[in-house]
């Protein structure tokens, strides 16, 4: 008779070694997807994902305040202010001024008005001498500029303003007056404003002049405000 081979449970050491199995996989795979990238997020190899982008940051770049440069000094006059007044925007007179006479001399005022739409500036003693014979021929020597005087200051002049620089003129009535030197009659005044290489005429019908070398006019002041 034939025998039946009795049937074999499973153990439970093989269940628990398929669970154990089971686990295994379970968590390769979990350590599979945790090697893949997360969206947004950077990839194992270092490159950037497809997810979203992130805005680059803007830097605001510093304002910079540009100064006007300063003016260049003059080449043929260095020494002449910066904004020297132009001699188109100058309007020249000569007028006696009673306040500056004294014994033996007549003061007369040069005054220089500014007829440009801008501020500008002078400085210093003008050039001015007596002309005639109707042709410009100067008579005499200029007046003269002291060696030593008044504070030369830079005067700026607004528009429609003026400087004025004052004259002492010898009086010459009477054969040269105390002068005693040789007369003629001018018919006018050339003026240079200061630091200015243009003549103006300003007539003046009858002005005498000394024709020879004495000193017969000198400054009483530099330009000044008015």
């Given at each position: ?23 295994a996989v379970a968590g390769a795979a979990v350590v599979g997807l945790s090697g893949c990238s997360a969206p947004g997020g950077d990839s194992a190899s270092g490159g950037s994902s497809g ?150 005429f300003v007539p003046d019908a009858g002005v005498l002049a000394c024709t020879d070398s004495t000193v017969w006019m000198d400054f009483a002041s530099p330009v000044a405000n008015d």
């Open positions: 008779m034939s025998s039946t081979a009795p049937s074999r449970r499973p153990s439970p050491f093989r269940r628990h070694s398929l669970v154990v199995s089971a686990l997810g979203a982008s992130t805005s680059p940051s803007v830097t605001s770049k510093p304002t910079i305040s540009v100064s006007p440069p300063a003016p260049s000094p003059d080449p043929q006059d260095p020494d002449a202010p910066g904004r020297q007044c132009p001699d188109e925007a100058l309007k020249v007179a000569v007028t006696e001024d009673p306040g500056g006479s004294g014994a033996g001399s007549t003061g007369y005022d040069i005054v220089f008005t500014n007829t440009g739409g801008g501020s500008c500036e002078l400085r210093g003693y003008p050039g001015v001498s007596v002309v005639g014979h109707g042709d410009g021929t100067q008579l005499g020597v200029p007046a003269e500029r002291p060696s030593a005087g008044p504070a030369i200051q830079t005067v700026s002049i607004q528009p429609g303003g003026a400087a004025t620089a004052v004259v002492r003129v010898a009086n010459l009535q009477g054969g040269g007056g105390a002068t005693g030197c040789a007369t003629a009659t001018g018919d006018g005044w050339r003026v240079y404003p200061p630091h200015s290489f243009a003549a103006v």
